[in-house]
C-alpha cells in the first residue's frame, strides 16, 4: 500500500542558531507545465503553518521551492550589498506512493543546504 505524499517545509537560519521567522516561500511546479502554486511565510517555528502541497492537492512532478532569505538577512541587518545570496531556488522531484516530502532549508547569508527530511 503506497504512502499519502505532501510537501512540507522549514527554514533554519544557521548564521545565527536559530529558525527563521518572515521568509516567503514560493511553490512552482515546472513539469510537465510551468505555474505558481501559491507561496506561505514562515512562522516564529521556521515552518509554514500548513504544507505546501497537501495530500489532496498532491500531484507527482518537478517542482521550483523559491526561498526569499535575502529578504530576510537584509531585514536583520545582515545582507551584504549586493546580495550574495538573494532567491534560493530548489528543484525537487515529487513522486506518488513515497509519503512526505519534508525539504528544510539550513542558511546563512553566504550559504545554503538541504535536504530531505521527514
Same mark, same amino acid.
Given at each position: 500500500? +503506497?504512502?499519502? +505524499? !505532501? $510537501?512540507?517545509?522549514?527554514?533554519l537560519d544557521t548564521? +545565527?542558531?536559530?529558525p527563521a521567522l518572515g521568509v516567503r516561500v514560493e511553490l512552482w511546479r515546472v513539469a510537465p507545465d510551468r505555474h505558481y502554486i501559491g507561496h506561505a511565510t514562515t512562522?516564529?517555528? *521556521?515552518?509554514?503553518? !500548513?504544507? #505546501? $502541497?497537501p495530500p489532496e492537492a498532491f500531484a507527482? *512532478?518537478?517542482?521550483?521551492?523559491?526561498?526569499h532569505i535575502g529578504d530576510y538577512f537584509a !531585514? #536583520? *541587518? #545582515? !545582507?551584504?550589498?549586493p546580495r550574495f545570496l538573494d532567491e534560493v531556488v530548489l528543484s525537487v522531484g515529487l513522486a506518488e506512493g513515497q509519503g512526505h516530502y519534508h525539504v528544510p532549508l539550513l542558511c546563512t547569508p553566504w550559504?545554503? +543546504?538541504t535536504y530531505r527530511g521527514s
Open positions: 500500500m +503506497s504512502k499519502p +505524499s !505532501a $510537501l512540507t517545509t522549514h527554514v548564521a +545565527s542558531g536559530r512562522n516564529a517555528d *521556521g515552518r509554514t503553518d !500548513a504544507p #505546501l $502541497l507527482p *512532478g518537478r517542482y521550483e521551492l523559491r526561498f !531585514a #536583520l *541587518g #545582515l !545582507a551584504p550589498e550559504s545554503y +543546504s
